[in-house]
């Protein structure tokens, strides 16, 4: 059978032990590779085989696992660093507190410059409260430091156990990809050692396996992560890079509510760059249609594809909770400034506080300025 992808190994290689052991009992023989390697080594090296192929598969599901859990950190530490200075505006407007205070990083920063920015956020969030005496500053949620310094620890352990889990996955992909490798090579010395033995038997010759098609390496497929991103109104889509030394490029894919993307559906963005490992999906969910399933596929040189898992989000319902106490919705918005970008501003920022809709979509010049809502519609 023709080697394709990683399932098609073993597969073929009982194929191979099938042909030989029918080789030898027709012709009364006992076919060795080299001095002392027969049909019962080349058994026990399928089955090392099967098992290492088992393993690394293993190992990937629960790096996927890690993967999916660092993500949700991440986020959620981005998310809580914009909204510290946000609510710190909002606490002591035009105070050299606010002017003083650690800038948020981009949200494409690093895990590094993320894993800095929240210690900053921490020590400086210390730094006000003890400013503001009792009347200390509290996060909407409600979130106090105690909770950023819980999350910072969690994100740092989630990175930690991250790299554990992807030192084990290597090493179970190169101990597998040994043992594949081996395995092939037995392949190919037994059809030469088939080929001798049946020189006068060109009607038996063609039974032996053939050992088609195989290229340099196998295509791994990586693993996918995927959250829903408030403040982008979208999902946040992470995945790791492609070992392939012969990488042409990842296609995402994605398909309408919790079902497995196929190679058939429409592309969401098709990417050349090895090391672009992330995406936001945004600009389609909608009431409507809120939960969209993503799927990534590597392609290589010789447009041989591995898929990857299938992540499934979906967009929160709306809910109406109260507007944190003591934080005005959007102190900093004075009128004159311009509707539209401060709408946008607001909506950013607001976003990042899981308050995403005090401001309807339909609001005019003419309705501005706004109270301050007392609820506003968030999505939790």
Known sequence: MPITDLASIVPTGNDFLANWRDLQTLLAITITLGTAYDDDAFEDDIAATGTAIADAGAKANVLAVAQHDRLLKREEAWGRVVQFRDSLRARAPGTSLVAAAPRSPRRDAGDST???????????????????????????????????????????????????????????????????????????????AANAALWNRPDLKETIPNLYPYHDGILDPVILSGVWSPGDDGAQL?????????????????????????????????????????????????????????????????????????????????????????????PWM?????????????????????????????????????PAPASARCRR
Not at 160 to 178: C, F, G, H, N
Not at 345 to 366: L, N, V
């Open 114 to 192: 993320i894993v800095s920015a929240l210690d900053e956020v921490v020590a400086y969030w210390g730094q006000c409260n003890s400013a503001f005496g009792a009347d200390v500053l509290i996060l909407p949620g409600p979130f106090p430091l105690a909770s950023l310094q819980t999350l910072a620890d969690a994100f740092k352990n989630a990175l930690a156990d991250l790299a554990v889990k992807e030192s084990a996955a290597r090493i179970a992909r190169e101990e597998r990809d040994r043992k594949i490798a081996a395995l092939l090579d037995r392949m190919r010395q037994y059809q030469d």
């Open 238 to 330: 992470s995945w790791t890079a492609s070992a392939a030394p012969n990488f042409s490029r990842y296609v995402l894919r994605y398909a309408p509510g919790a079902v497995e993307p196929a190679g058939t559906d429409p592309i969401l963005q098709t990417i050349h760059e090895k090391a672009q490992t992330s995406l936001l999906a945004a600009g389609f969910f909608t009431p409507e249609a809120g939960t969209w399933s993503f799927r990534v596929w590597v392609v290589d040189d010789h447009d041989h594809v591995a898929a990857s898992n299938t992540v499934t989000v979906s967009r929160p319902a709306w809910e109406e909770v109260p507007c944190p106490s003591g934080v005005a919705c959007w």
């Open 334 to 370: 004075a009128p004159g400034r311009g509707l539209p970008a401060a709408l946008a501003r607001w909506r950013r920022r607001c976003a990042a506080a899981r308050m995403c809709a005090a401001i309807p979509r339909s609001t005019t010049t003419s309705t501005w300025p706004l």
